[in-house]
C-alpha cells in the first residue's frame, strides 16, 4: 500500500524563506520513496513524502521547527492510495 504524509507549516511574515530552507535540510531515515517540497502565499510551506507502508505504519516525519520561525503548529496528514481513476 502507498501511504502519502503530509506536513504544512506556515512561517512568521518574511520568514517563507528560512522555513523552506529549514524543511528541505531536515533528513528523514529511512528515506521515502519520494518527496517533494511546495511553497505558497503567505509564506507556506507544503512537504509531501510517499511510503511503502501500511496506513498506521510508524513512519519518520518532519518534526515542528523552531516556534520563532512559524505561526502556529505544523499540520499533518496521512492519506492511503486508492489507486488512478
Known amino acids: 500500500m502507498t ?3 503530509m506536513w504544512e507549516a506556515r512561517a512568521v511574515p518574511g520568514r517563507g524563506a ?4 529549514w524543511a528541505r535540510e531536515q533528513r ?3 528515506g521515502p520513496l519520494r518527496r517533494e517540497t511546495f511553497r505558497a502565499p ?3 510551506v507544503l512537504v509531501i513524502t510517499w511510503w ?3 496506513g498506521d505504519a510508524e513512519l ?3 518534526p515542528e521547527p523552531d516556534g520563532e520561525l512559524v505561526t502556529r503548529a505544523v499540520h499533518r496528514w496521512r492519506f492511503e492510495s486508492v489507486g488512478e481513476g
Not at 18 to 21: G, K, M, S, T
Open 3 to 5: 501511504v502519502a504524509v
Open 52 to 54: 511503502d507502508a501500511a
Open 18 to 21: 528560512d522555513l523552506l530552507a
Open 42 to 44: 503567505q509564506d507556506r
Open 60 to 62: 519518520p516525519e518532519l
Open 28 to 30: 528523514l531515515v529511512p
